[in-house]
C-alpha cells in the first residue's frame, strides 16, 4: 500500500498515446529544428486527457510554439510567450493558410533579383567563406524586397535553412559552433556548383512546407482566438486573461542558449546586432533574478550540498528566475499546470528539477495529480559514451517527466 504522501510517477510514452497524429513530424510541428522542442504528442495527450471544451491554454516558454500549434488543433484558444523573436514568425507560418503561389514563378524571380541585403552582423565572415557573401545578400535581398506576406512567409524557413547550410555551423549540434565536420562540408559545397544546389534546397524547402501546412489544416479541427508575444520577458511581462491552463518547458538548468542558437537566423531576418545582445541578457539562468523563496526542501537540501560559489549562482539563479515567474503566474491560471522538464545536471550532480517543481506548487495549494516519465532512447551519436568500465559504447537513457498539477 502506498503511504499518504507517496509520490504518484508513472510511465508513458506520449507518441503512442495519440493515435490520431501520425508522427511527430506530421504537419507544421517540425518545419523548423527549435531545440528541444516539444513533441506534439505531449500536448496532444495532455488535452485529450484533461481539457473540457471551450478551456483555454498558456505557455510562457513557448519556443516553436509547439503548445499553441496542438491547442489550436485540438479548438482552444491560446496565448503563447518567449524572448526568443523567431516564435512570432514560426508560429505565423505553422498556422498560415497556403497562399496562391508558383514554386517555379517564385524561383526564377529570386535567381534574376538583383536586390541586396546586408544583415547588421559584424561577425558573418567567421560563419561563411567569402565566396558566398554577394549570393547570400542577393538571396536575403529578394527576401526581403517580397510585397506578398504569405509568399515570404513560405520561403523564410527554406531560406533559413539553406543559408545555414552554407555557414560553418555545425547544424548536428545544439550550439551554434564550428567543427571539423561543417568545414569540410563547406569546402566540399565550395568545389560544386552551390548556387545551384542551394536553390535545389529551396525548391525541395519549399514543397516540404506546403506539405506540413496541408496536413495541418487536415488535422485542425477550426478557427481558434490565439495571442503571440515574441521577443518578450517572461520575468518580467504580465497576464491580462485567466487561463484555464498552463503547459510549458521552462529553459533546461545547463541552458541551451537559445538565443545564441537563433542569432544567425534572427541576423538574417533583419534583427540588428545590439538586440540579440540585449536579448541574451535576459536569458535564463545566466542573468540577474530578483532573489525568491523556493517552497521545496529537496531545493534547500541541494543547496547545501552544492557549495562551490558557480554553480550556486546558476542553480539560484535558474529556480528563483522560473519559479519566480511561474508563481506570478499561477494566480491566473484557474485549472492546471503542466510543467514539463528533461534530466539536469549541474556540474555533473544530477537535480530533480520535477520534485523542485512539484514540492513547490503544492506548497502554494495546488494539488499533485500525478508525474508521467517517458522514457526516451537517443540514437543521435551525441548520446552515445563509452562505458569507462567496459570500454564499449552504451546507449543513454533520457527521461523526460511531465509534472501534473491541480488547482
Ligand atoms: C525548453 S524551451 C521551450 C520549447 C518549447 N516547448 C517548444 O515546443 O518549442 C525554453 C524556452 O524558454 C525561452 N526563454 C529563456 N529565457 C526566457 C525569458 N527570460 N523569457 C521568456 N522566454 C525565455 C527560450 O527562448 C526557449 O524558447
Keep these: 500500500m502506498k503511504s499518504s504522501n507517496a509520490v504518484l510517477k508513472k510511465s508513458i510514452t506520449f507518441r503512442d498515446k495519440v493515435p490520431e497524429i501520425p508522427s511527430t513530424t506530421y504537419g507544421t510541428f517540425s518545419l523548423y529544428r527549435y531545440p528541444a522542442k516539444f513533441i506534439p504528442q505531449v500536448i496532444a ?52 493558410s497556403l497562399p496562391e503561389y508558383d514554386i517555379k514563378d517564385l524561383l526564377s524571380n529570386m535567381r534574376l533579383s538583383d536586390k541586396e541585403f546586408i544583415p547588421d552582423w559584424s561577425n558573418y565572415g567567421y560563419w561563411f567563406p567569402e565566396e558566398f557573401f ?59 556548383n552551390w548556387e545551384e544546389t542551394f536553390y535545389k534546397k529551396i525548391e525541395g524547402g519549399l514543397h516540404a512546407v506546403i506539405k506540413g501546412i496541408s496536413e495541418h489544416h487536415r488535422l485542425s479541427r477550426g478557427p481558434v482566438k490565439s495571442t503571440v508575444k515574441a521577443g518578450v520577458d517572461t520575468l518580467e511581462s504580465v497576464l491580462i486573461e485567466e487561463m ?44 540577474d533574478v530578483e532573489p525568491f523563496n523556493v517552497k521545496s526542501d529537496v531545493y534547500h537540501t541541494l543547496r547545501k550540498e552544492i557549495g562551490e560559489e558557480r554553480p550556486l549562482e546558476i542553480f539560484d539563479s535558474y529556480f528563483q528566475g522560473v519559479l519566480g515567474a511561474l508563481t506570478r503566474l499561477q494566480k491566473r491560471i484557474s485549472s492546471y499546470l503542466f510543467l514539463f522538464v528533461g534530466p539536469a545536471t549541474l556540474w555533473g550532480r544530477p537535480i530533480p528539477i520535477d520534485d ?23 540514437r543521435r ?14 546507449r543513454r537513457i533520457r527521461t523526460e517527466s511531465l509534472v501534473v498539477l491541480k488547482r
Excluded at 70 to 94: F, Q, R
Excluded at 136 to 164: E, N, V
Excluded at 261 to 276: Q, R, V
Design 134 to 192: 554577394p549570393f547570400l545578400f542577393r538571396m536575403w535581398g529578394f527576401y526581403h524586397s517580397l510585397s506578398d506576406d504569405g509568399i515570404k512567409l513560405l520561403l523564410t524557413i527554406p531560406l533559413l535553412k539553406a543559408t545555414r547550410t552554407f555557414s560553418y555551423d555545425d547544424i548536428q549540434r545544439q550550439k551554434l559552433s564550428k567543427s571539423p565536420r561543417s568545414k569540410k562540408r563547406i569546402n566540399s559545397l565550395l568545389k560544386s
Design 45 to 96: 495527450y495532455t488535452l485529450n486527457k484533461y481539457a473540457k471544451k471551450g478551456m483555454t491554454v498558456f505557455d510562457p516558454f513557448a519556443g516553436y510554439g509547439t503548445t499553441g500549434v496542438v491547442s489550436g488543433v485540438y479548438g482552444h484558444d491560446y496565448e503563447l510567450w518567449d524572448l526568443n523573436p523567431l516564435l512570432g514568425i514560426l508560429h505565423k507560418i505553422a498556422t498560415m
Design 244 to 287: 484555464d491552463m498552463l503547459i510549458t518547458s521552462p529553459p533546461y538548468l545547463q541552458a541551451q542558449e537559445y538565443i545564441r542558437h537563433a542569432k544567425m537566423d534572427l541576423f538574417w531576418l533583419g534583427y540588428p546586432e545590439s538586440f540579440t545582445r540585449e536579448l541574451s541578457k535576459k536569458e535564463i539562468p545566466y542573468r
Design 381 to 394: 551519436m551525441s548520446f552515445y559514451k563509452s562505458n569507462p568500465a567496459t570500454g564499449v559504447k552504451d
Design 356 to 378: 523542485i517543481f512539484r514540492q513547490h506548487f503544492m506548497a502554494l495549494g495546488w494539488n499533485h495529480e500525478c508525474t508521467l516519465i517517458d522514457t526516451i532512447i537517443k
